[in-house]
């Protein structure tokens, strides 16, 4: 049987916005429905994993929740893949608490052993942290990596911020039928 959004938050949709080996940084504009190129990062890094976002979210920020997606080979901008949260790395930046949702893809065989973060190469979740530690050093622009959590811990932020983007989306609704 195929996921569907019934398995949330066993199972969540990522929306790819930048592949892994990427410096550029391109961001969802939800308003047009398009991607953009934000920016090309400064540092001589390059993004180690494929990143974007878990649909029908709302974090802190005001922006869908962050998504870490480890699949073996790299996407593409606007691919949505069904993926299984296996935790997440806590974060702090200049917008305040910043949680990423590290996602295994479903569809890929080489992952499907991966069930929580016990099962990442330890080096793997190091690169990780060090990507976010400099990737925006450059710009002078500061992050604060407190730690990785555990699926658990990724599966209850999922339902909160989901509640959140269920909430924003009834007020939109109550809006435009006053």
Request: charged share 30%; net charge negative.
């Amino acid at each position: 049987m195929s996921p569907s959004a019934a398995d949330f938050p066993d199972v969540v949709e990522v929306v790819v916005e930048i592949p892994r080996g990427s410096r550029n940084k391109y961001e969802f504009d939800e308003e047009a429905g398009v991607f953009r190129l934000d920016r090309v990062l400064a540092s001589a890094v390059h993004y180690n994993f494929d990143y974007g976002f878990i649909s029908n979210t709302r974090a802190g920020d005001g922006d869908h929740t962050d998504a870490l997606l480890l699949i073996d080979e790299p996407t593409f901008p606007g691919c949505r893949v069904w993926a299984r949260p296996i935790g997440g790395l806590e974060m702090r930046d200049d917008k305040g608490e910043d949680f990423k949702v590290l996602c295994v893809a479903v569809a890929d065989p080489h992952q499907a052993h991966v069930g929580d973060l016990d099962h990442v190469r330890p080096h793997r979740l190091i690169e990780i942290e060090h990507f976010f530690n400099t990737y925006k050093m450059l710009e002078e622009k500061e992050t604060d990596v407190v730690g990785w959590r555990d699926a658990a811990r990724a599966r209850a932020v999922l339902v909160a911020d989901r509640d959140v983007w269920r909430a924003e989306q009834a007020a939109g609704s109550d809006h435009r039928s006053a």
